[in-house]
């Protein structure tokens, strides 16, 4: 960049000449990650495009498992799912491709490299106005737009006047009805079943990957990445189909072992980044006191790995409880979890009391990971230390 400036390239020209043929395989293998995402997506296309009649992959496979929609033809949704499957392993390969390729454009050294700062100048308070409108229009108009909902009775459009029809019936009636008060339960148990299973597998395969000098033990790494590419609708029936005539079916524990497999990868990913942080001094200090393989796993990488771990574990314990997928497709009586409820009064129609619902579970949701996140960085960085 400074040989392009120096050049006399202005900043459009070293844009296109030299920072963006540099950044082409971190931008194409993201592209590709994204395209698998959306191709998995599920509660947008089935919550606000199923009444539209916009049909998507992901919403055709769920009405085709689904009574209340028509004949039930599980065979055609597999056939579906294959489609859905196929293409996201293509994809993935792909993208696993590109990432062997990117050492090819390393060029970032370790010696007297310091990352060059660009005065934006007159687009300065632009650029702070666009970031802060991003913000106030993702999490920060959707939690007040389902408040407002929430508060006025009906529903009409937030103005000065409708303030004062303003009221909390709709929580006290949310909150009081008995197969919510279940949901939050069932809620409650599945996401923290699944995020705790879901780092301590992670924590045994990332160090098992890492540093097991088993032969073939770095393809439990590949192996655990492997439900990234498989849609979370696709994953939902084939637990549904192998698990139909089984004790587990129709328990909250089936979506929990769904969420499980859907979100190792990203426990894999997160615990891994430490692993390789944690000096093996650690290990060998460990087996020279007499302790074996399990004793030095137990008693010396978790503790290491606590904040990484709970960062992870709150990463899961939030997907988990917003994950909309498994609930659905995999709901009976008796599991019900807040978000297949919030769907339900969703469909009465009951608006205010899903929007009521929606706010609890934004709120208690955040206070958690707030006090999760404060903790795991109260503890401070424990990885990357030697045996001294």
């Not at 929580?171 to 996401?191: D, H, K, M, P, W």
């Not at 029936?237 to 769904?258: D, K, N, S």
């Amino acid at each position: 960049d400074e040989a392009a400036t120096t050049s006399g390239a202005g900043v459009f020209n070293r844009l296109r000449h030299v920072t963006l043929p540099l950044v082409f395989p971190g931008l194409a293998a993201s592209f590709i990650f994204f395209t698998v995402l959306l191709i998995q997506v599920f509660e947008i296309p089935v919550a606000i495009g199923l009444k539209a009649g916009i049909p998507v992959l992901s919403t055709h496979i769920f009405l085709l498992t689904q009574p209340l929609y028509g004949t039930v033809q599980y065979s055609l949704a597999a056939t579906f799912s294959l489609i859905a499957l196929v293409t996201g392993i293509l994809l993935m390969t792909g993208y696993f491709l590109i990432l062997r390729r990117s050492r090819q454009f390393e060029v970032l050294g370790g010696k007297g490299y310091r990352a060059a700062r660009t005065a934006l100048g007159r687009w300065k308070y632009p650029a702070l106005v666009f970031v802060c409108g991003i913000f106030l229009l993702s999490p920060g108009l959707v939690f007040l737009i389902l408040l407002w909902t929430a508060l006025a009775p009906p529903y009409v459009a937030p103005s000065w006047e409708a303030l004062s029809t303003l009221s909390f019936t709709a929580f006290g009636e949310a909150l009081g009805n008995f197969r919510v008060v279940q949901s939050i339960g069932n809620t409650v148990i599945l996401v923290v079943t699944s995020a705790t299973v879901t780092m301590l597998l992670a924590s045994l395969v990332a160090w098992l990957s890492q540093r097991s000098q088993v032969r073939g033990a770095h393809f439990l790494d590949q192996v655990a990445f492997m439900p990234l590419s498989m849609p979370g609708i696709v994953v939902s029936l084939a637990l549904a189909l192998l698990l139909a005539r089984t004790p587990i079916y129709g328990t909250i524990w089936i979506i929990a072992l769904g969420h499980v497999i859907y979100f190792l990868p990203f426990g894999v990913r997160t615990i891994s980044s430490a692993v390789v942080q944690i000096h093996k001094e650690q290990e060998e200090a460990g087996a020279t006191s007499g302790a074996d393989k399990l004793g030095i796993f137990q008693r010396i990488i978790l503790p290491l790995l606590i904040p990484a771990w709970l960062n992870g574990w709150a990463w899961v314990l939030g997907h988990s409880m917003r994950d909309f997928t498994f609930p659905l497709m995999l709901q009976t009586t008796q599991n019900a979890v807040v978000a297949t409820m919030i769907w339900e009064l969703w469909n009465q129609p009951n608006t205010r009391g899903a929007a009521a619902l929606s706010v609890v579970i934004v709120v208690l949701l955040g206070v958690v990971l707030f006090l999760v996140r404060r903790f795991a960085g109260r503890m401070g960085p424990t990885v990357g230390m030697t045996g001294r």
